[in-house]
């Protein structure tokens, strides 16, 4: 019927609904009441797969100033941390740093020691065919502490932590928390990106340290019962197989990854749409960010430190 | 009714907007608004649904640029001022949003108190009793350890005027304040506004269509439609609503009943 009240108009037919129930008549009346909308302003989105392709990369494009502009502000609430002078709840901060560190032991735990167990175990298979068993002292040693320790941690992190922050903020955007911040003259990044970004950057290499030790611990247990090798040779080898380079090369990784984290985690809550379903989406893209994020930064910081001779 | 609402000093304009348009990227929600808020008004924001008056309030308050235009507070164009100025204006503004916005992780009292810690120096024991005094003036006293997911949608609210009260402000904002709020809450709230224009001369600038408070304690007003996208009426409601020419303004104000 709505068709036939728009052709007729569009035509300037005169349209007498006379012979329709009483019932269907107001009914009629009341749907065409307001006028429809003409321009909402929403973009009609393309029907043909290599425009979409396009539209995607031009949306991906136009969203790098925004990440970069986020950027930009994340280091000055830092500088502003260092002057002493960020605008941040002290209470906030050590919620956060709990929440981030000790509660994420037991995680950490587990799959450090499971990936410790694959090293030694994938490892003395093959070593075992030259007698070269107690290398996998070395293997566990330097794989966990220069490398996986810190990537299972950061991915771990990202899942816990870049996954909470994105919620946490994003649900705060949803609610206009934090449009209430900034009537008040606080700036968001400092009250809540600040203590975020430096509880990350606090445990995540804590964590890293932590994880590298388990795995070292894994991979002696499986040395120990299974490929002849003693506790005291274990530690011996281990001991002479690292040095301060691993450690470093592993916490400067562990390091950037937990800013690459908190700066994923809160850019995509910040970022974060005015529905339930934005929040879903905030927390899925900090996900994935992050770990892109952490694999692009672990390739370039290997090269980096391959070129540096460390 | 509106006879106290007479201002016996003559009006001063305290915010001015001028030739504003406002608009998300191309498209374009409201343009050529100009008009005065006066000193000690209780100024309505009023039009259809959608026509654009919570995004006026956000201009208002800082959140959003307009795409042209000027506003001006007591002669200080804002959006021309550097950040710290603006901080500073932004400090005598108290805003109520629409569902409270309460800081879900902290108390009333926190909620309450965190301008007063950041912008103040009285001590721990000197905003304890602020706070409570600013929450009894709503009406909940006692309430200074729940947390917003505690309390209902109508106290939520009546905290969050609280907090938008803590720094004595000069200009409170309400973003639909009686969204919500029974009859006899409404009122109160009409009566608390009325009673802080009245004693501490804070001019009050509210976004309703609760036609009741509009004519209880409005005293100007902008009309904004959402046809034409710009401003149609502005003045006294209870004038419009008599003697206003377009015929929209005076439909809305009557409830359809001209």
Redesign the interface.
């Known amino acids: 019927m709505l068709n036939v009240i728009e052709l007729s108009s569009h035509a300037s037919i005169k349209l007498d609904l006379a012979g329709l129930p009483e019932g269907v008549r107001r009914l009629l009346v009341l749907a065409t009441a307001v006028p429809q909308v003409k321009?909402t302003?929403r973009k009609q989105g393309s029907k043909n797969k290599l425009e979409k392709i396009g539209e995607d990369a031009l949306d991906f494009m136009r969203g790098a100033p925004a990440a970069l502009h986020f950027l930009g502000e994340a280091t000055l609430a830092l500088v502003q941390f260092f002057k002493g002078k960020a605008?941040y709840r002290k209470s906030?901060l050590f919620l956060i740093l709990q929440d981030v560190g000790p509660s994420a032991l037991p995680i950490v735990t587990l799959i450090s020691f499971l990936v410790g167990l694959i090293l030694a175990y994938m490892g003395a298979v093959q070593l075992q065919q030259f007698g070269a068993q107690i290398f996998i002292a070395d293997l566990v040693g330097i794989g966990m502490v220069r490398e996986m320790a810190g990537l299972m941690t950061g991915i771990i992190m990202a899942g816990r932590s870049g996954a909470a922050f994105a919620a946490q903020l994003g649900?705060?955007q949803v609610?206009?928390?934090i449009?209430?911040?900034?009537?008040?003259?606080?700036s968001p990044m400092e009250y809540l990106v600040l203590p975020r970004m430096l509880a990350l950057i606090m445990m995540v290499p804590l964590l890293t340290l932590y994880g590298s030790i388990v795995g070292m611990i894994a991979g002696m247990v499986i040395a120990v019962s299974a490929f002849d090798v003693t506790v005291f040779e274990y530690y011996n080898q281990t001991i002479r197989a690292l040095d301060m380079r691993q450690v470093f090369v592993g916490l400067s990784k562990a390091t950037v990854y937990g800013v690459l984290i908190a700066y994923s985690g809160c850019l995509r809550g910040m970022q974060c749409g005015r529905s339930a379903s934005a929040v879903g989406e905030a927390t899925t893209s900090a996900v994935v960010t992050s770990i892109v994020l952490i694999v692009l930064a672990a390739s370039i910081l290997t090269i980096v430190f391959q070129a540096l001779g460390i | 009714m509106n006879e106290a609402a007479k201002n016996i000093s003559p009006a001063r304009a305290h915010i001015t907007l001028s030739d504003i348009t406002m608009a998300y990227g191309d498209f374009i929600i409201q343009r050529d608004l100009s008009f005065d808020i006066n000193h000690e008004d209780i100024f309505i924001i009023m039009g259809g649904s959608g026509c654009g008056k919570s995004t006026l309030l956000k201009h208002l308050i800082g959140l959003m640029a307009p795409a042209k235009g000027d506003i001006d507070y007591d002669g200080i164009n804002f959006w021309k001022s550097t950040p710290e100025e603006q901080d500073k204006l932004k400090h005598r503004f108290g805003v109520l949003f629409q569902s409270g916005a309460l800081w879900s992780s902290q108390t009333l009292a926190e909620n309450v108190a965190l301008s007063i810690v950041e912008y103040t120096d009285l001590n721990t024991k000197q905003i304890s009793e602020v706070v409570s005094y600013k929450l009894a003036l709503v009406g909940l006293a006692g309430y200074e350890d729940f947390y917003p997911s505690e309390i209902s949608g109508g106290m939520q609210k009546r905290a969050g005027l609280a907090r938008a009260m803590a720094l004595d402000p000069e200009i409170l904002f309400f973003d639909e304040p009686s969204a919500g709020l029974d009859p006899i809450s409404a009122r109160r709230l009409d009566e608390l506004i009325l009673e802080l224009r009245d004693s501490l001369k804070t001019t009050v600038v509210v976004v309703t269509h609760e036609l009741a408070s509009i004519f209880d304690i409005g005293n100007n007003s902008v009309f904004l439609d959402g046809e034409t996208k710009t401003m149609i009426a502005t003045g006294d409601p209870n004038k419009l609503r008599t003697d206003c020419p377009d015929e929209k303004v005076r439909e809305f104000l009557n409830r359809g009943k001209i």
């Not at chain 1, 449009?179 to 606080?186: E, F, Q, S, V």
């Open positions: 321009d302003g605008q906030d649900t705060m609610n206009e928390e449009d209430a911040l900034k009537t008040l003259g606080i």
